[in-house]
Each structure stands twice: as C-alpha cells, then as structure tokens.
C-alpha cells in the first residue's frame, strides 16, 4: 500500500497543478492494489492457527520449566 501511495504521489507530482482535474489511476494499477488487499485481508485467518501453535509450545516450555528445580535438586 505505501508503494502504491508513493507511486500515486509520484505521478501527481509529475503531472503539475493543471493536471489534477483530468488525472486517472490506471485501471491495471487499482485492480493489482484491490488483489493486494483481498490478499493481504484474507491471509488474516489462516495465520492465527501458527500462534495457536506457538502458544501450545510455550505452555509446555513453561511447564518443563516450572519442573526443573526437581530435577537439579
């Protein structure tokens, strides 16, 4: 998204203050950043399942922890 702003802004830039009225993103460029989003937003869920898993290990890693004074004594 900050690319996208950046080229955005670039081409403003370029095409001057007469410019603003007749300036257009090109249909290409929206499409590419709508499929970013609908990316980007849909990846959401599906990566909640690794910090469930990471969650699980520390549990365990805390519990072995809590342990170990029994076994070193």
């Known amino acids: 998204m900050a690319l996208f702003n950046l080229v955005v802004a670039a081409a ?3 095409s001057g203050v ?12 929206l499409a590419l950043v709508r499929l970013s989003q609908v990316i980007f937003i849909g990846g959401k869920p599906a990566n909640t399942a690794r ?17 170990y004074p ?4």
Do not use: W
């Open 18 to 29: 007469s410019g603003l009225g007749t300036f257009k993103i090109p249909m290409g460029l």
């Open 70 to 73: 029994e076994f070193v004594a």
């Open 51 to 67: 910090y469930e898993e990471l969650d699980a290990k520390l549990d365990e890693t805390r519990r072995h922890e809590a342990k």
């Open 12 to 14: 403003l830039i370029t």
